[in-house]
């Protein structure tokens, strides 16, 4: 299991993400869309990090302000609704 950081900034306003995904190839599959964009055609990536963990990564994590957690799939579902958006 892997847990992958994506901070972008979109205007001047930060976007935080983190994504539980399950190997390498998917922490790469998700860099290379954030190196792109993020969840906006205006977000640019400044700052990433990959961890691998062991054991199991709670879905709700608490205490942490502009927080945006997901599984590798909604991640990326979102990521290309925008480019979809009319």
Do not use: C
Not at 27 to 45: F, H, M, N, W
Not at 47 to 60: C, H
């Amino acid at each position: 299991m892997w847990l992958v950081y994506l901070r972008f900034d979109d205007g001047g306003t930060v976007r935080t993400y983190h994504i539980r995904t399950h190997n390498r190839d998917m922490v790469d599959e998700l860099l290379k869309l954030a190196e792109q964009r993020g969840l906006s055609l205006t977000a640019k990536l400044v700052e990433y990090a990959a961890f691998i963990t062991s054991g199991t990564i709670k879905l709700k994590p608490m205490l942490v302000p502009n927080f945006h957690f997901y599984e590798h799939a909604d991640f990326v579902r979102h990521w290309n609704e925008v480019a979809s958006a009319p």
